[in-house]
């Protein structure tokens, strides 16, 4: 039987995941361009921790369906928050969203979950810039803003004192962006390039005459 466990913010792991997708996004040509928060509506606050997770994994399959009807492939990372309290779980997405259609992904979003500050999108781009302390601030580090201490110093993000422990995986991303992906995507890379051998045609008998 397969248990879910908790996790109390995101790790040095997890966050080097995170960063290493955001990069190759880009790299194969589907920046993540749409940050969208997600906040189930719950205003009695009955939602289980079992029901967050399912809450959350009908959400990105919701955009991965969008993705696929318009032609491009479903593409994003994700991480999730919490208060210090346990209340306000969140879902943070860095979607790649074709802009021809980003108008229409953003209707689309607010029109499947119409409850007060329950979807925000806006724009994302990969700007990095750096505060006053020295940390990045980014549209990764606004994901990752609650991870350990440990990999906020690895990675020099800006980190948001305070968590609170939540059931299953903290962070994901799509298959295209995991490391196997992107160890494969290396692997080409430094790949000779292919080479294609047609088949030769079989030289025909010489015509004999006789005299």
């Known amino acids: 039987m397969f248990v879910q466990k908790t996790t109390n913010g995101l790790g040095v792991k997890e966050v080097k995941e995170l960063s290493e997708a955001w990069h190759h996004a880009a790299r194969i040509g589907t920046p993540l361009n749409a940050l969208v928060t997600y906040r189930p509506f719950d205003p009695d606050g009955t939602m289980s921790p079992a029901d967050h997770v399912k809450a959350y994994r009908a959400f990105r399959n919701r955009l991965g369906i969008f993705a696929r009807r318009h032609g491009f492939k479903p593409t994003f990372l994700w991480s999730r928050e919490v208060n210090e309290d346990g209340r306000g779980e969140h879902l943070h997405m860095l979607v790649h969203v074709a802009p021809r259609f980003f108008e229409k992904f953003e209707a689309a ?51 948001y004192k305070g968590t609170y422990p939540v059931l299953g995986k903290r962070s994901g991303m799509t298959d295209n962006l995991a490391s196997e992906a992107i160890d494969a995507w290396r692997t080409m890379q430094h790949a000779p390039p292919r080479t294609i051998t047609r088949p030769t045609t079989a030289a025909r008998p010489e015509s004999r005459v006789f005299l």
């Open 109 to 159: 979003l607010n029109a499947w979950f119409p409850e007060p500050f329950e979807i925000d999108v806006r724009q994302a781009d990969r700007r990095t810039t750096i505060s006053e302390n020295g940390k990045l601030r980014s549209a990764l580090g606004y994901l990752a803003k609650q991870s350990t201490p440990q990999a906020a110093w690895s990675r020099g993000l800006t980190r």
